[in-house]
């Protein structure tokens, strides 16, 4: 079994709707992230979470909202979908044992319609 | 704040040459460095790092990097390629004093295209 998974792979919304996407970890770490690529932007960082209590903004957090339910669950919100928000969503985790190492889920791709 | 530059966006290649995939990064502060590679519809996982001791770093799939200080380069290197390293390559830096805690910041990726 994988040990980060995403839930939905693929989804198609349409501007306005609230949508909720959801990430779980079997690997015990702290540590969880939400980053978006976009084609030709690469990877950026919206939320980070070091426990259920520790939550920070990334580079992009705006129009994002995150929830940490339990150390092993982190969702990522968008609470009004808007078209520049289709993007692939990743989902990833990491040790601190070993520095700068992540673990990625398997993405999520948005569409907003 | 570190910024990576990746200098190229596509890089082909015929199978069995040799390949290089550039890395430039910025920073105020020392930083860890890493590739990650994405293959099709997965999603990322690491290749190498560097963090500290000598330059020349191994990582997987026969893959290598060199750091250079004074260059602020990671250049990412294999002497053979296959068809099956046909993927999107991403360049990441990590802040040394926060340990990689508060994320990475990615370069906008090389896709490598293998030729037969």
């Known amino acids: 079994d994988a040990d980060v998974t995403q839930t939905p792979r693929n989804r198609i919304t349409k501007t306005g709707k609230r949508i909720m996407l959801e990430c779980s970890q079997t690997k015990g770490h702290d540590r969880m992230y939400w980053y978006r690529q976009d084609p030709g932007l690469g990877l950026r960082l919206i939320y980070y979470?070091?426990?259920?209590?520790?939550?920070n903004k990334g580079e992009i957090s705006d129009g994002y909202s995150v929830s940490r339910q339990a150390q092993a669950k982190f969702s990522l919100s968008l609470e009004s979908a808007i078209p520049n928000q289709t993007a692939l969503y990743f989902c990833?985790?990491?040790?601190?044992?070993?520095?700068?190492?992540?673990?990625f889920g398997p993405g999520t791709r948005l569409t907003v319609t | 704040a570190q910024s990576v530059t990746q200098l190229d966006s596509q890089v082909p290649v015929f199978e069995e040459a040799p390949v290089e995939l550039r890395c430039n990064y910025s920073?105020?502060?020392?930083?860890?460095l890493f590739w990650y590679v994405q293959y099709p519809n997965q999603g990322l996982q690491l290749l190498l790092k560097?963090?500290?001791?000598?330059?020349l770093v191994k990582g997987i799939n026969g893959f290598e990097a060199e750091f250079n200080k004074s260059q602020t380069s990671f250049h990412l290197r294999k002497p053979s390629v296959h068809i099956s390293d046909t993927a999107e390559y991403f360049c990441?830096?990590?802040?040394?004093?926060?340990?990689?805690?508060?994320?990475?910041?990615f370069g906008k990726g090389t896709h490598l295209i293998i030729q037969p």
């Open positions: 979470s070091f426990d259920v209590k520790d939550i």
């Open positions: 560097y963090l500290s001791g000598s330059t």
């Open positions: 920073s105020s502060v020392s930083v860890y």
């Open positions: 990441a830096v990590s802040d040394y004093s926060g340990g990689g805690a508060d994320g990475l910041t």
């Open positions: 990833a985790t990491s040790d601190p044992d070993r520095v700068g190492e992540q673990y």
